[in-house]
Nanobody
């Protein structure tokens, strides 16, 4: 059974930085596409970033492009999200995610489709609050 555990959420001032981490267990991590989503109350969970199984390609939501960086460590079985230039609009619960089947091109559309089809493993979420 796949298990995802996020950490690193915190309160940070506007313009600040934060690093989220997610550990993966239960199946061979190196085979999995990994991603991050975020959600605010009363809104649908939205795609943030994703990375291919070998870390060779990354995808980002337009709202975070140039500020966030996703990375995958197939030795440590972990995926991270480095966030810089944080804005109050980035306040949300951030979820680590892994599609249950492989995706050749895990862009925002493909990841969103998997999420809406309930074909995603999820972590429990970690709160990020950007406020002065």
């Amino acid at each position: 059974q796949v298990q995802l555990v996020e950490s690193g959420g915190d309160l940070v001032q506007p313009g600040g930085s934060l690093r989220l981490s997610c550990t993966f267990s239960g199946q061979p991590f190196s085979l999995f596409v990994m991603g991050w989503f975020r959600q605010v109350p009363e809104k649908e969970r939205e795609f943030v970033a994703s990375i291919t199984w070998n870390g060779g390609k990354t995808f980002y939501a337009d709202s975070v492009k140039g500020r966030f960086t996703i990375s995958k460590d197939n030795i440590k079985n972990s995926v991270s999200l480095e966030m810089t230039g944080l804005d109050p609009e980035d306040t949300a619960v951030y979820f680590c995610a892994a599609p249950v089947k492989g995706l050749r091109s895990p862009d925002a559309q493909a990841m969103g489709t998997m999420a809406r089809a309930n074909a995603m493993y999820w972590g429990q979420g970690t709160q990020v609050t950007v406020s002065s």
